[in-house]
């Protein structure tokens, strides 16, 4: 089975739907590992596409705040910004959808979790300390994450505890199906990458890009991929809600 493996789409409908025309004849099913909503202008439009087309939707970080399931304490300021301006545009129906998404679920015997195993929620996995910490509380083979918005992988090979990590460059592969290895492999953002190469900048509203990944479950290829799409429209009406 060809999965199509998304996160942290935040609201941005133009992303999310330029992924799934891309992908169309390429999945047979899409994984979504949470942050429907935040930052974007196109909360509703996000949640409602992904009910329709992913076969598990986890809850992040952000849509339990905009379930109101969380508070915002710890949210960056243009977060909290977003998040109040996110709620109100909500329905009942909205809410009580991402309030009852899980923070992590089981596919084809691989764990998925928002944030990192132990701690779905907050829990960042940046590093290679990150990684060990991670893959010392869980007991799993493989594990698709996201939180973090940056495509990356961390591997650990059983009986030697040797660790390797590394940015998901474009098209590179990932070879899951070895035994007595161990997978951390997160797509990066759909709606809001943070890596320098693909951070949205308001100087070049032409160019934006959106991070997934592709995942073969018979063989346990996992592809990074990256794709180009026309952001001026989203970008112009979140400067207009304040959003950017």
């Not at 910004?81 to 709620?87: D, G, K, L, Q, S």
Request: proline content about 4%.
């Amino acid at each position: 089975m060809r999965v199509l493996v998304v996160s942290d789409i935040h609201a941005n409908l133009a992303a999310f739907d330029a992924v799934l025309r891309e992908t169309q004849g390429d999945r047979d099913a899409v994984l979504c590992l949470g942050d429907l909503v935040g930052y974007g202008p196109d909360p509703r439009e996000c949640i409602a596409r992904a009910a329709e087309v992913c076969a598990v939707v986890l809850g992040g970080n952000h849509d339990l705040a905009a379930a109101g399931a969380t508070d915002l304490f710890s949210f960056a300021d243009h977060a909290r910004i977003a998040m109040e301006w996110t709620r109100p545009q909500l329905t009942q129906a909205d809410t009580a959808y991402l309030a009852t998404l899980p923070l992590n679920t089981e596919y084809e015997g691989i764990l998925l979790s928002h944030g990192s195993p132990e701690n779905p929620i907050w829990g960042y996995i940046f590093s290679q300390d990150d990684a060990e910490f991670a893959f010392s509380q869980s007991d799993f083979t493989r594990c698709f994450f996201g939180h973090t918005h940056l495509p990356s992988f961390f591997i650990e090979t059983q009986g030697e505890t040797f660790y390797q990590m590394g940015y998901g460059e474009p098209d590179a592969v990932i070879e899951t199906g070895r035994d007595h290895v161990r997978f951390l492999l997160n797509p990066g953002s759909i709606g809001f990458p943070r890596d320098k190469a693909d951070a949205h900048q308001k100087s070049r509203y032409r160019r934006a890009a959106a991070r997934y990944a592709l995942f073969d479950t018979e063989s346990g290829r996992w592809q990074f991929k990256r794709l180009e799409y026309d952001i001026r429209k989203t970008a112009k009406r979140m400067k207009q809600l304040g959003l950017w």
